[in-house]
C-alpha cells in the first residue's frame, strides 16, 4: 500500500482509473535528461517497450515523439518518427535521443516542466498517446556534495513518517514520545507487538 509504511496497510487510499490499451502499446516508457558539461544544452534520452498481445502481426507501425514547453511552445526536435513490426505476443525495445537547446532547468524554485507525447500509430490511424512531464535536471553526487544541474545543494532536516498496528496513520503525541525511548536494537521487537 506504501512505500513508507513500516508494514503493509490494507485498503485503496487513492482514486483508481482502470483504462483499456489498444493489442500493441507501450509497455514501458522511461525518460531521463542529461546535460552537457556547461549545464546549457541537454539531451532528452528514452528508453521505449512496445508489447503486441495478441495472435496477430503487427505490422506498418510507427512511433513519434513531441516536446511541448510549460506553456505549450512546441520545441524543436531532430528526431525522426520510427517504424515497426512486431510479431504476435512478440516485444520491442528501443532508445532514442532527442537533443534540446537551451532548455529551462527544473528546480525547486522554477520547476519547469515539458511535456512529451508519444503517438503510436498503425496503417496511418493514430492507436494510442502516452504523455509524460518531463524536467530537465541532472542530479549528481561529487565527493561529499549533492548537486542539482550543477548548483552545490545542502540538505537540511529529514522526513519522519511513522504508523502503528491499530492506529495506522493517526499516531498519537503520546507513541511517537514512547517509541523514541526505546534503543534502537529493539525497535523491530516494539514492532512486532
Not at 22 to 32: D, I, K
Not at 47 to 63: F, H, K, P, Q, Y
Request: proline letters at 6%.
Amino acid at each position: 500500500m506504501s512505500s513508507y509504511a513500516d508494514f503493509k496497510l490494507a485498503g485503496i487510499i487513492r482514486d483508481v482509473s482502470v483504462f483499456a490499451v489498444p493489442a500493441t502499446h507501450v509497455e514501458r516508457m522511461q525518460v531521463s535528461t542529461h546535460f552537457d558539461s556547461d549545464y546549457r544544452n541537454a539531451t532528452l534520452r528514452i528508453d521505449l517497450t512496445l508489447v503486441n498481445e495478441s495472435n496477430r502481426r503487427s505490422s506498418c507501425g510507427e512511433i513519434s515523439w513531441e516536446l511541448r514547453s510549460s506553456e505549450g511552445v512546441a520545441v524543436p526536435a531532430s528526431i525522426a518518427p520510427v517504424r515497426f513490426s512486431l510479431p504476435p505476443w512478440g516485444r520491442w525495445e528501443t532508445k532514442g535521443k532527442i537533443p534540446v537547446e537551451s532548455p529551462q532547468h527544473w528546480e525547486a524554485e522554477h520547476p519547469h516542466l515539458y511535456r512529451l507525447v508519444f503517438h503510436l500509430t498503425e496503417n496511418g490511424k493514430e492507436t494510442e498517446q502516452v504523455a509524460r512531464r518531463v524536467g530537465f535536471r541532472q542530479v549528481e553526487a561529487r565527493g561529499t556534495q549533492l548537486l542539482i544541474n550543477g548548483v552545490p545543494v545542502k540538505l537540511r532536516e529529514t522526513c519522519h513518517q511513522d504508523s502503528d498496528p491499530v492506529r495506522g496513520r493517526a499516531v498519537t503525541p503520546e507513541l511517537t514520545r514512547l517509541r523514541r525511548q526505546v534503543p534502537s536494537g529493539c525497535r523491530e521487537i516494539f514492532r512486532a507487538r
